[in-house]
């Protein structure tokens, strides 16, 4: 496995490599993850039963990709497969290097459309020729969602190249809740603080309705905007109410989740949702907008609920907050999707089987 990040920096994708690696070496898999080396943290260690390999410079970039290309070289015999998590820098030397050494390569899209890795690709005449190189050399790419299988169609990728497996999520051992109409409820949103996330939106929805009830809303992430949108919290008057928690750690995020009751997710361009994914684990009920990566996890008023703009959004919060059979109805269908298509133990199936079909 490669990635360019890994823990204890916890992101999306390093999440999501936490994850599945867990179980990988919980099923019997064997593993290594090459990762960038950060400053102060040991070369190599062994993470929950997985070899973990910094190597390179902290400050330079040339140092792991040159760190990379020698590792893999010296390696060559221990490995049947190299699961390259990012479209940058790594994935045009490691498939072309896969590619010389009889080395199977994949390498995982997360998402599509504008200001992504993959329009990096197609934007430009020097993308596009090292795409062709991705293109040829790479054994299978990873979609995780339906428009970035398109996305990969419309680049000339082969379908017979990509193969379609969403994130995962661990399932936590308690997390069924049951809500009453009278109780205090809470709101959520987790993620970076940036423009397309809109929880601008957010907050002006939620300072529309917070006093037809007892409710207060979560902001857990740092970023750009969050200044912008601490003052149009006070602005609203309602900082007694919305909570700005900053960025939070793992265990946290658990906690948080575990005491919340409605997970909204605002943004106008998503991948797969990790914390969309991990809220619904939590039987947090989800609001999201009703963009395809969405659409690929949610079923509008059966698992969770789809909006199109702000007046939307408001009317499903509203009528959300004043039916406990409908809540309780929505949550237990959005842990039941959680457990029966995106836990780690199928998606981690659902690799293994990946791996067996193209090594044969």
Do not use: W
């Not at 993850?33 to 970039?61: A, D, F, K, W």
């Not at 996305?151 to 051992?173: C, D, H, R, Y």
């Not at 809500?179 to 809470?186: G, L, P, S």
Request: net charge positive.
């Amino acid at each position: 496995m490669v990635i360019p990040s890994f823990y204890p920096i916890v992101g999306g994708a390093e999440k999501q490599l936490l994850g599945l690696s867990m179980k990988m070496i919980e099923i019997g898999q064997q593993l290594d993850i090459l990762t960038r080396y950060q400053h102060r943290n040991p070369r190599h260690e062994v993470i929950n039963g997985c070899n973990v390999h910094r190597i390179g410079s902290s400050s330079r970039t040339i140092s792991f990709l040159i760190s990379l290309i020698l590792f893999i070289l010296k390696n060559r015999k221990s490995y049947s497969i190299i699961h390259i998590h990012t479209l940058n820098s790594p994935a045009i030397i490691l498939v072309t290097l896969g590619k010389i050494l009889g080395i199977k390569t994949i390498v995982k899209v997360t998402r599509s459309g504008k200001k992504t890795q993959l329009s990096r690709y197609r934007d430009s005449a020097l993308g596009k020729y090292l795409f062709i190189l991705l293109r040829k050399y790479t054994s299978r790419f990873i979609a995780i969602t339906k428009d970035v299988h398109t996305e990969l169609s419309l680049m000339g990728v082969s379908s017979k190249k990509i193969a379609q497996i969403p994130n995962g999520v661990s399932l936590p051992v308690n997390s069924k809740k049951l809500y009453e109409v009278d109780q205090e409820i809470n709101l959520v949103f987790i993620g970076r603080l940036i423009k397309r996330k809109r929880v601008d939106l957010l907050i002006e929805v939620f300072a529309d309705i917070y006093l037809n009830k007892d409710i207060n809303l979560f902001i857990a992430g740092t970023g750009p905007e969050e200044e912008l949108l601490k003052d149009i919290a006070e602005s609203a008057e309602i900082q007694n109410q919305a909570t700005f928690m900053g960025e939070i750690k793992s265990q946290e995020v658990s906690k948080l989740l575990e005491s919340t009751h409605i997970f909204i997710l605002p943004s106008e361009s998503e991948g797969m949702s990790n914390a969309l994914l991990e809220a619904m684990s939590y039987s947090n009920v989800v609001i999201a907008r009703n963009i395809e990566a969405n659409q690929e996890i949610i079923s509008d008023e059966m698992n969770g609920f789809l909006f199109e703009n702000k007046d939307d959004l408001k009317d499903i919060l509203l009528k959300l907050i004043n039916s406990e059979s409908l809540f309780n109805k929505v949550s237990v269908r959005g842990y039941q999707t959680i457990e029966e298509s995106f836990s780690f133990e199928k998606v981690s199936k659902q690799y293994i089987d990946l791996y067996k079909e193209i090594l044969n």
